[in-house]
């Protein structure tokens, strides 16, 4: 593993435009020194229906953080053998690596399709 992915990411968003270079999707700047984080951690905050007191007496929600973990499909493709890449994959939702490339090809033909 690289020292390179080793550093705080920031993440960034921009206005959804349908010519907008992200596509409205977050993203990561990564500096010309460092390579993108193998894994990104984030707190899901949801409130618990419950409320205390602030400081002036005000009832405010009470929150529940749950860490979370994100990690780059790209370097989990390098180091697992195919069959347990494809297992994370379908734990994810996802379609094992050759059939999405299957249905990927196939989209990608419709879209020539039409402008041909």
């Given at each position: 593993m690289?020292?390179?992915r080793?550093?705080?990411?920031?993440?960034?968003?921009?206005?959804?435009?349908?010519?907008?270079?992200?596509?409205?999707?977050?993203?990561?700047q990564v500096?010309?020194d460092?390579?993108?984080?193998?894994?990104?951690?984030?707190?899901?905050s949801?409130?618990?229906?419950?409320?205390?007191?602030?400081?002036?007496?005000e009832?405010?929600?009470?929150?529940?953080m749950?860490?979370?973990?994100?990690?780059?499909?790209?370097y989990?493709k390098?180091?697992?053998?195919?069959?347990?890449?494809?297992?994370v994959?379908?734990?994810?939702?996802?379609?094992?690596?050759?059939?999405?490339?299957?249905?990927?090809?196939?989209?990608?033909?419709?879209?020539?399709?039409k402008?041909n």
């Open positions: 690289s020292d390179k080793k550093w705080v990411p920031e993440i960034m968003y921009e206005e959804y435009e349908e010519d907008s270079l992200s596509g409205g999707l977050p993203f990561i500096p010309a460092k390579e993108m984080p193998d894994i990104v951690f984030m707190f899901g949801q409130e618990t229906g419950e409320f205390e007191p602030d400081a002036d007496g009832p405010q929600p009470i929150m529940e749950e860490l979370f973990q994100y990690a780059c499909m790209a989990l390098e180091e697992l053998d195919e069959a347990t890449y494809d297992k994959r379908v734990c994810l939702g996802l379609q094992p690596l050759n059939q999405a490339v299957k249905a990927g090809m196939k989209q990608s033909e419709k879209i020539l399709n402008f």
